[in-house]
């Protein structure tokens, strides 16, 4: 008969060396504890099952909850990531909702700040919300509304149409869709739970190729775009509410119009999507190729190319476009870290340098330079994010074997401060400018930094990642 | 036999005094910490799931009723906090350099530990934790059941079931029968 004792005793032997020394978590765990209470006291709320009540206080609760969780949880998960310029100030900004504060990764599973999953979705087309706090999942005639916070289904709204480009206004009132079957444009107004206005282009329209639908901030109008690659074809539209009035249509090269095209893989790669965007003026698209470095001004009321600039690139198949909320677009190549402002008002290059953030982490890069040119292929990953305020660009960069993300400061490119952690592939900041979410080049890590602290999750999918779901700007 | 707790203190703590509440947590941090290690494989997760336990007894204080003891209470949030936390993540965390590295095979006593580990690991969830509590933990069956929320005969027929899978040949302790 085998004794009680001797089975805890042979099990104590066995898991006591599964335990590591943790000298430091009772003060840690009663830390927590103290703040979080000093968080709900501030909030005059005793209980966290009251404030979910309060919706408007909840949130902000929450958002200064998510922070204390980032502040205490992850350094004790991995540590620090070296820091060259520890003076460094992430831009933070609590415009966003407190969904915004998640990344939800390409293969729509919903990732907060310490790694842990807080949803899954499953839909065709996702794209998120102006405020972050909601994704919109396309289905056939209807559009599926989940929470961004936990992936949960909270409504759906029924659609005349079928078609999966998609993009939301600025003030997360509407959603424009293109595509289908006969061609189609339609206005989902997502605040009345209803599709406000559903009209068919020509049947001569294409559908199928390289496309793509922009909205003006207020959904006043859209600009339907086809056939990218070669012989694009436009659509301009008004929205006034309630219907969707052609404006204007043209075909590159037919009747006096100019469209730009963009040829080749690299926007067929793009895993960010096409690089383009409808300026505040409402009359004037923008267009960035990778393939050839182009950038293209569409005046929308003459359907024609107005003016270009090529933005210097050596690999087109590595090009990462970031468009601020204002007027400007940067470029950045990881391969060579170059980084080029354009200031899309005046319609010039304003600056284009080398940045040489990750070689101070890697004295011999020049030579990693030299002897392996920067290459990926099957894919461009989004290997740069602006801060909330458009004044930080966060990248991503590969030098030899070291990796890093840099913030880089868009006026002059001076490096704020840079960390070497395990990069190189797609890069996202959450809402809030706190925390950059970087999947290396294999995707097959995902590195969460949180800019406050220096401190690094890192958790390695069981499949590979490659990409992020933007928060639209 | 530990001492219960006073049973002012769970009063005091409920009504609000952050001492009294610490004065319930803190003995329990320690087992709770060597709880999460074993169901997590990993310390540095088991420190996280520990901070976020007590945070969460804190908000569930008033569920905890006068006299009884917070320990099972307590245990069995952070074993809701370890299951959630396994399920929420699919991938696995960043080996760390201290977990057990390879075994000499001539260390006849290593080998053993390690086989243990390795048989308690591979139990399922339920089963783990009922042989870490009252193994490892040394807690009675009574406050496995309290933990686990069943009845004692329920806990004991468990043990019993886990030990057979770890060990199928194993000669099982009377007080199991």
Known sequence: MKDNESIRSAVHHALDGMVRPAPELEAKTLQRVRAARRTVSRGGLRRWSQAAGVLAVAGVVAVVGIAIHQATLQRDRQGQAPLASPRFVAPTSVAKGPGAAIAWLDNLTGVDANGHIVGRIQTQTALRSADGNALYGLADQKVEIYSATTGTLQRTITREGSGDLAAVTADGRYLAILGGSPPAVEMIDIAAGRSAAYTRLNSTFPTGGLGFVLVSADGSRVVAVENFWQKPELVVLRFDGSALHVEGQAVDGEQGHSLPTCDGMAPQNAVGGLPERLLADGNTMVNFCPGDGMVSWVDLSRLTITAQVRVQEENPFWLSPVFSTGSMLYVHEPGTRRITSVDLLRRAIVRSTVVNASTALNPWQWLADKLFPPALAGGIPRSAALSPDGTVLYVTAVFGEGIGVAAIDVHDFHVLGHWKLNGGGSLWLSGDGQTVYVTNNGGDRLSILHLATGSVVTVTPTAPVYDFLPLPN | ?177
Request: hydrophobic fraction near 40%.
């Open chain 2, 1 to 177: 036999m530990k001492p219960a707790p006073d049973p002012g203190l769970i009063r005091t703590a409920k009504a609000g005094d952050e001492a009294a509440f610490e004065l319930l947590l803190r003995p329990l941090i320690d087992p709770a910490y060597r709880f999460a290690c074993v169901m997590l494989s990993d310390p540095a997760a088991a420190e996280d799931v520990v901070q976020e336990a007590a945070v969460k007894a804190w908000r569930k204080l008033h569920q905890l009723r006068d006299g009884y003891d917070p320990q099972p209470w307590f245990f069995g949030i952070v074993a809701n906090q370890c299951r959630s936390l396994r399920r929420g993540r699919w991938w696995s965390t960043t080996p760390l350099a201290d977990v057990p590295g390879t075994v000499d095979a001539a260390d006849e006593q290593v080998a053993r530990d390690e086989d243990l580990r390795q048989a308690i690991q591979q139990l399922n969830p339920r089963d783990r934790t009922v042989i870490t509590l009252h193994y490892f933990l040394d807690l009675p069956l009574e406050e496995v059941a309290a933990t686990t929320r069943q009845s004692v005969a329920a806990v004991r027929s468990q043990l019993y079931r886990a030990l057979h899978k770890m060990r199928p040949g194993l000669e099982i302790p009377e007080v199991l029968r």
